[in-house]
């Protein structure tokens, strides 16, 4: 048979992919073996390719392949080792030493959404500090855990409970509470903390059954005695009417309602001593109708347990000063008398008024020069409708002493102490500063004060971001030094072994704790003042704070402003402006400290 005539024109080519990927030949369509020693290529059994760049005999069979059929050439061959190191390259940029599956790198696993600490306050460099244990402590899933460490933590869960002023009537908005509470943090195995409900009149069946199923933990009903629920003997009945009925005339919130008086002095100091509560350790103030807005990865009983803390609160407000004119008198007459009760570290400074505050009062002009930063009470306090504490504290002689000193001057009767302001005093009178505890990762609202914290899912890691440089990596720190907490934000070190060491650290994080340790909010990160500076009603012409109560509380760069811009508006005597844009930080940001 004879073979049909080379083509002269145009040559049939393979296509690119099947020269690139060497593929199979299709079905059908088998090599030619018979002709091994003939000059053309055979395809098929019609199609032939005759090579057109054989022009010496003798060299090797690649030469006599078109360049366009040829399986690899050099230029193939360099372009591919160059992808090879480029992926190469990549990869090993990207490697970590444990195997994590991130989709971006990322910081440390635990940023604290600013747990923003005073100015001044030092903690020990131990691994017992409150943001390194909060690092080492938060934990997204239990499922993470092994059986033996959920059992350890449960074996070893602080003696606490969380405890209610409730009437029956509140039913509704009281089971909305539990339910956030679980949902938001105690329906964890390691936590399921009891619940404590107190009122004055015994519980309906109704609110015991209702409340029972509104969570797995025990819950305990109970009856607050008479004794600690009517007016004092010592109290004049009349004079208490009279002033009860004058403030609430001039405006002043509750204050002729007798039951609210015996709720501020219960809650100011006797809750404590309820039976009850003897057996356990640390409490939990809950009120009806408030909302928990983030969940809360930790167990915030044994961070006070294990950081030695005594008080956790999230809000700092400013009261109206017409519900208790004496207060402050009263206590700085119990200071006078009892000056070793004082902790020799507490700070009132940021309950004292200053030159810069405004005073609204109009007195006559008497011709003498009047200091207004004299020391007296600027009436910020602690939002006690939100707080954690130590009831051992609120046990103790020093706020005893304290309590029974203004219940027996008749203060809740005759005025309006409430158990806020009272609280605030006491534990900035007995305790250091650094056994006080701002939550601001807990989002919380009633009524009109709401904060919600700055939440973040990841943040990426770029080079001129400062990181957070954990206790074991930092070598050139001494084991007794102290720091302040506003110097943990550091710029990253520049060397490869500092970084190398900062990865590892942060990928045996990662991998330990799953992922980033975060917040899960429910609502819109606002600034710090908001809603912390409560609004005082304008008939009180009282001294008002240049700033708010809580960036007096902080202290430090929290105090200082863009710009000097009107402290109060004259019709709402709100502070500075609602969104801190005259302030330098805002509290928006995670870490606010450069």
Request: overall charge negative.
């Amino acid at each position: 048979m004879s073979r049909p005539p080379r083509s002269r024109g145009h040559v049939a080519s393979l296509s690119r992919s099947s020269i690139d990927e060497i593929a199979p030949l299709p079905l059908g369509l088998t090599p030619r073996q018979e002709d091994a020693g003939d000059d053309t290529l055979v395809i098929g059994p019609e199609d032939t390719v005759k090579p057109t760049h054989s022009k010496v005999q003798g060299l090797s069979s690649w030469n006599f392949l078109p360049r366009r059929v040829r399986p690899f050439s050099f230029r193939k061959i360099v372009i591919v080792c160059l992808a090879s190191a480029l992926v190469g390259s990549a990869w090993f940029s990207t490697w970590e030493p444990k195997s994590i599956d991130l989709e971006t790198p990322v910081i440390d696993s635990y940023v604290p959404p600013t747990p923003q600490l005073p100015a001044g306050y030092t903690i020990q460099a131990d691994a017992s500090r409150p943001i390194q244990w909060l690092r080492t402590n938060t934990i997204l899933d239990l499922q993470h855990l092994s059986t033996q460490q959920v059992q350890s933590l449960v074996e070893t869960r602080p003696k606490a409970a969380f405890i209610s002023l409730v009437r029956n009537e509140e039913l509704g908005e009281m089971v909305s509470s539990i339910l956030q509470v679980e949902a938001r943090f105690n329906r964890r195995e390691t936590h399921r903390y009891d619940w404590v409900f107190f009122n004055n009149e015994e519980f309906t069946e109704e609110f015991k059954a209702t409340v029972s199923k509104a969570t797995d933990s025990q819950c305990y009903f109970e009856r607050i005695p008479e004794e600690h629920w009517s007016i004092p003997s010592w109290i004049d009945v009349t004079r208490f009417d009279v002033g009860r009925q004058f403030m609430g005339g001039i405006g002043v919130g509750k204050a002729w309602l007798q039951s609210y008086h015996h709720m501020c002095r219960w809650n100011a100091g006797i809750f404590a001593s309820e039976k009850r509560l003897a057996n356990y350790d640390w409490f939990w103030r809950v009120e009806p109708a408030v909302k928990f807005s983030c969940d809360i990865n930790y167990d915030v009983f044994r961070f006070m347990q294990d950081n030695d803390m005594a008080y956790g609160f999230n809000m700092a407000i400013l009261d109206d000063a017409r519900s208790f004119p004496s207060l402050w008198e009263r206590t700085k007459a119990f200071i006078d008398s009892n000056e070793g009760l004082v902790d020799e570290n507490a700070d009132l400074d940021w309950l004292l008024h200053t030159a810069e505050d405004r005073d609204d009062v109009i007195r006559p002009h008497t011709g003498a020069e009047e200091t207004l930063g004299d020391g007296e009470y600027n009436n910020c306090q602690f939002y006690s409708n939100f707080e954690i504490g130590s009831l051992e504290f609120f046990r103790s002689k020093e706020h005893k002493a304290y309590f029974d000193h203004l219940d027996k001057a008749g203060g809740f009767y005759y005025e309006r102490f409430g158990d806020a302001p009272v609280h605030t005093l006491s534990v900035s009178m007995f305790l250091p500063k650094s056994r006080i505890w701002y939550f601001r990762d807990i989002g919380y609202a009633h009524g009109l004060c709401e904060q919600c914290p700055p939440h973040e899912r990841e943040l990426a890691l770029e080079p001129q971001l400062k990181l957070p440089i954990r206790r074991e990596i930092e070598q050139d720190m001494p084991e007794s030094a102290e720091y302040d907490a506003r110097t943990t934000i550091r710029e990253p070190p520049e060397s490869f072994g500092s970084k190398h060491r900062r990865w590892t650290t942060m990928a045996r994080d990662v991998e330990r704790q799953k992922g980033i340790p975060s917040l899960a909010c429910g609502c819109t990160v606002n600034a710090i003042d908001s809603n912390n500076a409560k609004l005082v009603p304008y008939e009180s012409k009282q001294r008002k704070p240049s700033d708010p109560c809580i960036r007096k509380f902080l202290g430090g760069k929290w105090l200082v402003k863009k710009d000097k811009v009107s402290d109060f508006t004259s019709d709402t005597g709100i502070i500075g402006s609602s969104d801190g844009a005259e302030y330098v930080l805002d509290g928006r940001d995670g870490n606010p400290f450069p």
